[in-house]
Structures are given as structure tokens and as C-alpha cells.
């Protein structure tokens, strides 16, 4: 079975565009996570969505939004980037709202020029 | 609130030798607790977690952590490295509650070197 698939792989911007990062959970996954991870750092947490709902979110500005789809894939946007913004944004999915482990897929590199 | 702390931001080895990942958390309920390994330009990999019962947990690629409540403490050990072994390795923590989202908070991660 595949598992999280996520797409673009790598992608660079300039400041204040906005952008479209693409998430495929675990086949019967209905829990997807986002997360944002800066160079030397551990990922924060930037969303979750089960059964379609935001169901937590964390210290992120509102230039950052997001949606999951009936087929249970996901879609993050982030509007007016920033240099700092420069991140690997990494998508993880469970099968239910609070199960573990969550299955983290490859992360999309986003670079901010 | 949770937090983690990750003891060594990077910690060398030479190959075969013990391998000891420090990691202390704090949070005001029981949580669970997980070590992510991750490999260049790779996502986590879940090595471990503890949810409840036995308090010494076996993972993957022959790891181990032991939770010690008592020392808030998640260490990671391995008896003998193998140059595979390098990696960056995350110690994280989550909340129990069920009705809550699954937020993982995450440690500022190991960088772990295997020397020849």
C-alpha cells in the first residue's frame, strides 16, 4: 500500500505569493495533520483535519489555511509568503481524530527568495 | 502545556558501541510518547511509543526506551550502532484526550553520527 504521498517535493517562491502544498493520506486514513519544520528543528504543529472539520490548530498565523477533501486528502495554503516561511512542511495521517501512530509522508520543501 | 526536551543537539558514536538519546518531557497528564527517527531529505519515521502498560518499549531496528515517570524521562538506547544508525532523531509527545486533535509537540531533535 502507498503510503502519505505528498506533492510538490520541492518548490521555491518569492515573498508575498501564496502557495498550494498537496497531501494523499494512507488509504482508510480519514486523519490529516500539517506540520512545519525549520532547517535544525523539530516540526510544529500547524493543523489537523478528520472527517473534513479543523479539529486543532496551532500558533499559526491566519495567512496559513487549510481543507481536506471527501476523498480525505488534504490541501495547506499559506497567502503573502514570507522569507520565513522557508520550511519543510511535512503531512502525517491516522486513522482516527486522536489514534496513534500518525505516518508521516516525505514533506515538501518550500524555499522563500 | 507539553514540552520535550532533547539532551545534545548532536551526540557521536563510534560504530558498536551504545547508543544513548536523552529526552524529558513535561506534561500534566499522562501522555504518550514516541520516537521519530528521520533520514536526509525524508520524513519521520515512527521508532517507538509508548501508550501504557510496560514501561520499557521495543522499536524498530533494534531500539529501545524505557519511560520513567518518576524522571519525566523518554531515553532512547540501542546496545550497539551501526553506521545505518545515522540519522536525526525526534523524541515527541502528544496528549491522551480523545476528544482532542492529535497535536504531536516535538523536540528540537538529536543529530546522531556513527564513527567508522
Known amino acids: 500500500d502507498a503510503g502519505v504521498t505528498q506533492s510538490p517535493t520541492h518548490l521555491i517562491k518569492t515573498r508575498g505569493q501564496h502557495v498550494t502544498l498537496r497531501c494523499s493520506p494512507i488509504s482508510g486514513h480519514k486523519s490529516v495533520s500539517w506540520y512545519q519544520q525549520v532547517l535544525g528543528q523539530g516540526p510544529q504543529f500547524i493543523f489537523q483535519y478528520y472527517e473534513k472539520e479543523e479539529r486543532g490548530r496551532g500558533n499559526f498565523p491566519d495567512r496559513f489555511s487549510a481543507r481536506q477533501f471527501p476523498n480525505y486528502s488534504s490541501e495547506l495554503n499559506v497567502n503573502a509568503l514570507l522569507l520565513g516561511d522557508s520550511a519543510l512542511y511535512l503531512c502525517?495521517?491516522?486513522?482516527?481524530?486522536?489514534?496513534?501512530?500518525?505516518?508521516f509522508g516525505d514533506g515538501t520543501r518550500l524555499s522563500i527568495l | 502545556a507539553q514540552s520535550v526536551t532533547q539532551l545534545g543537539s548532536h551526540v557521536s558514536v563510534s560504530e558498536g558501541a551504545l547508543v544513548l538519546l536523552r529526552c524529558n518531557y513535561s506534561?500534566?497528564?499522562?501522555?504518550?510518547l514516541f520516537w521519530y527517527v528521520q533520514y536526509p531529505n525524508q520524513g519521520l519515521q515512527l521508532l517507538l511509543k509508548?501508550?501504557?502498560?510496560?514501561?520499557l518499549v521495543k522499536g524498530i531496528n533494534g531500539f529501545e526506551a524505557e519511560f520513567k515517570k518518576s524522571e519525566t524521562s523518554f531515553h532512547l538506547t540501542k546496545p550497539s550502532a551501526h553506521m545505518s544508525d545515522a540519522a536525526e532523531y525526534f523524541c515527541a509527545v502528544s496528549d491522551r484526550g480523545y476528544s482532542s486533535a492529535s497535536k504531536i509537540i516535538f523536540g528540537s531533535g538529536t543529530r546522531l553520527s556513527i564513527r567508522p
Open positions: 509508548y501508550t501504557t502498560g510496560a514501561t
Open positions: 502525517a495521517s491516522s486513522l482516527g481524530q486522536s489514534n496513534q501512530p500518525q505516518h
Open positions: 506534561s500534566s497528564v499522562p501522555p504518550y
